[in-house]
C-alpha cells in the first residue's frame, strides 16, 4: 500500500548493487512512498550491478561516486543539489567491504593495509558523506540520515572478521555527527542493526548460511528481510520518527536480545559434536 510517507521528499541512497542489495530494496519502496532519489554507487560497482534498470525504475538519477573519495563526494552532493534544486531529505549509507572477509584471511592474519580499506570503506565513508553535507548545509531541517550496521559491532561472530570493527566505528559517527546536527542542523542521525541478510556482499562472510540459520532460529520473529528493512528506513526518513537521533536501532527479530532459544537448543541437542575451533 502506498501511504505517500516521503511524497515531496528528496535523497540520495548509497550502495544498490542488484535486487538482493537492502540499499535497492530501499530505493524501490521510497519512489513507491513518493520520493525523488539519487542513486549512487562507485564505477566498479556500476559496471558489475544494474543500478542502472533501478535508476530506470525509480524515474531516478544515477551518480557514479567513489566514496572513498572527497572529490567524489563533493561533486556527489553538489549535483544532487542542482538535480533536486535545493536541499535534500534523507540519506542512506548501506556500504561496505572487506578485503579479509573477500580473501578469507583470518582476522589475526590481516595486514594493516587491509584493515584500512575496510575502515575507509565501510565507515569512514560514513564521514565523509556527513562531513561534506554539513559543508554545504544540503539536508532539509528535519531530515534523516541512516546508516546500515550489525549486531557484530557489539559482539564478536567469527567470520565477520575486521567487519565488526568498521561498524562499530560506524556506530560512533552517527552519534557523534548526529550531536552536531541535531544541535546545528535539526537533522536526525541513526543506525539500523539488521539481521544478516543473503546480500551479495554478505554471501562473502565466512559460513554465512550457517549464521543465518542459527539467527533465524534465535530470533523469536526470525530474521529481517531486506524488503522489511526498508520499511523501517521509511519510517526513519518520514516525519513519523523526528525526534529519534543517535540510536543504533536493532532490527533483527529480537536476535540482539537473546541468550539462547528453545529451537536452537533443540537443534545443538540434535547435532552435539565436539569442535575443533579454538
Not at 500500500?1 to 548509497?14: D, E, P
Not at 561496505?96 to 583470518?106: E, L
Not at 544540503?138 to 541512516?146: H, L, Y
Request: glycine content about 8%; aromatic content about 8%.
Amino acid at each position: 500500500m502506498n501511504n505517500g510517507l516521503l511524497k515531496g521528499k528528496k535523497g540520495i541512497i548509497f550502495g544498490a548493487l542488484n535486487e538482493k542489495s537492502i540499499a535497492w530494496q530501499v530505493a524501490l519502496k521510497a519512489h513507491h512512498e513518493g520520493a525523488r532519489l539519487v542513486l549512487t554507487n562507485s564505477p566498479v560497482a556500476v559496471r558489475m550491478g544494474s543500478i542502472s534498470e533501478l535508476a530506470a525504475l525509480t524515474s531516478s538519477k544515477l551518480v557514479v561516486a567513489d566514496a572513498t573519495s572527497m572529490v567524489d563526494i563533493d561533486r556527489l552532493v553538489s549535483e544532487s543539489l542542482q538535480i533536486f534544486g535545493g536541499r535534500f531529505d534523507f540519506v542512506l549509507h548501506s556500504i561496505g567491504m572487506s578485503p579479509n572477509v573477500r580473501k578469507d584471511i583470518p582476522y589475526e592474519n590481516t595486514s594493516y593495509e587491509n584493515m584500512m580499506k575496510t575502515y575507509d570503506i565501510s565507515a569512514l565513508s560514513f564521514h565523509r558523506i556527513l562531513q561534506t553535507c554539513y559543508k554545504y548545509d544540503a539536508i532539509n531541517e528535519w531530515g534523516s540520515v541512516v546508516a546500515l550496521t550489525y549486531v557484530a559491532a557489539q559482539r564478536t561472530l567469527a567470520g565477520y572478521n575486521d567487519m565488526g570493527d568498521a561498524k562499530a566505528l560506524l556506530e560512533s559517527i552517527a552519534r557523534s555527527f548526529g550531536y552536531i546536527y541535531g544541535r546545528d542542523r535539526k537533522v536526525r542521525i541513526n543506525t539500523i542493526s539488521q539481521s544478516p541478510t543473503p546480500t551479495t556482499a554478505g554471501s562473502g562472510v565466512h559460513g554465512i548460511e550457517s549464521l543465518l540459520d542459527f539467527s533465524e532460529r534465535m530470533s523469536p520473529l526470525g530474521n529481517a528481510t531486506a524488503a522489511e528493512c526498508a520499511d523501517y528506513c521509511v519510517t526513519l526518513f518520514s516525519d513519523l520518527t523526528r525526534k529519534v537521533t543517535m540510536q543504533n536501532l536493532y532490527h533483527d527479530g529480537g536476535f540482539s536480545s537473546m541468550g539462547m532459544s528453545l529451537k536452537a537448543i533443540e537443534q545443538y541437542n540434535k547435532s552435539f559434536k565436539e569442535c575443533d575451533e579454538k
